[in-house]
Structure formats: structure tokens, C-alpha cells
């Protein structure tokens, strides 16, 4: 683990480096809640982020070299891609093969249809860790740790209306996950 945090230091801000340990520690208290591994919760919540020291061309780039579909909604907010392109740098930079950890890394932004138990931890964690500070985040901690199926959706809907008054493109994936959450749930 120390020489996965020494290689994302020097990839990512201090502030994103920050941020990635606060996710990563929420992350662990989450699996413990809810039995999962927490060992898995602790190294995708500390590497989510590795590509967010991206600027929007090499994030585009980087989504091409790896096979990445660019579509409109991405090609218009290339940063939707760093959980993508993300997952791909922690196989190569990082030797993480372990696929439900590299799942939950390429989600933990738009979520998707039927997440598994940590694609919900590391899309929750990174919304409440220690350092997020908006409205309505305190309802959410106490929520992820209540019911994190709820938390999830309250999330999806938070971020839904963000995106709708910011007049931006909606990912398509964030609308199967929060329609996947109010059928099976």
C-alpha cells in the first residue's frame, strides 16, 4: 500500500491526494458496516482518483488509448472519463488486477446498473468523506451508514438535479443506476 501511495502523490494534487484518503478511510468503515472486504474498499477507495491529474486533452487521449468509449455527453465533459480511464492506469501503473475493485473504480462517478456492494461503497464514499462539505452531506453520512442502498439513491438524485441546474449533458449510466436502484430496491 505505501508504494501505491507514494506513486498516486506524485501523480495527483495534494488536495485530490487528500481527498483519495479521506474516501479511502470512509471506504473501510463502510465495508466493515456492511460486511465486505475491506481490503478491496481500501485500495479502490485510495486509488479512484489517480487519473484526475489529467487536463481534459490527455484525458482524452488516455480514454483512447485504452479502448474507452467516447461518447457525447463524455466528449463534452471529459472529466466523467477519470473513473474509466482511472481503472485502466490502476491495472497498469498500479498492478491492481482484482476486477470488482477495478469495477468500482470506473463507476464511482456515474454508478451504474445493479452495483455491486463496493461500487455503492466507493460511489458513496467519495460523496461523503470527511472533506465534502455541501448541503445535505450530513443527511448522506447518515444515511450510508443506515441503509446504503437509500444513500445511493439519494446521491443519484443529488447529483441528477446538480447536473440539471448546472445545464449539463446527463450521463446516461447515473440514469440506469438511479432506475436500476427505484425497481429492485
Not at 22 to 47: H, P
Amino acid at each position: 500500500m505505501d508504494s501505491i501511495q507514494d506513486k498516486l502523490k506524485n501523480m495527483i494534487s495534494v488536495e485530490r491526494y487528500n481527498h483519495s484518503i479521506g474516501v479511502q478511510e470512509t471506504a473501510i468503515k463502510l465495508a466493515d458496516r456492511y460486511g465486505a472486504n475491506s481490503n478491496k474498499a481500501s485500495i479502490a477507495g485510495l486509488v479512484h482518483d489517480c487519473a484526475k491529474g489529467l487536463n481534459h486533452d490527455e484525458m482524452l487521449k488516455a480514454a483512447k488509448k485504452y479502448g474507452i468509449e467516447v461518447n457525447d455527453v463524455t466528449k463534452s465533459q471529459p472529466g466523467l472519463l477519470h473513473g474509466p480511464v482511472g481503472s485502466c492506469m490502476a491495472r497498469e501503473l498500479f498492478s491492481i488486477n482484482d476486477e470488482e475493485v477495478l469495477h468500482a473504480i470506473w463507476y464511482h462517478t456515474t454508478g451504474c446498473r445493479d452495483m455491486s456492494l463496493l461500487d455503492k461503497i466507493i460511489y458513496i464514499a467519495d460523496y461523503i468523506e470527511p472533506s465534502r462539505d455541501f448541503k445535505g452531506v450530513d443527511k448522506l453520512r447518515a444515511a450510508a451508514f443506515q441503509d446504503i442502498d437509500r444513500a445511493v439513491l439519494l446521491a443519484l438524485d443529488n447529483t441528477i438535479k446538480f447536473v440539471i441546474e448546472k445545464n449539463q449533458l446527463l450521463d446516461l449510466l447515473t440514469i440506469e443506476a438511479r432506475n436500476f436502484m427505484l425497481v429492485n430496491h
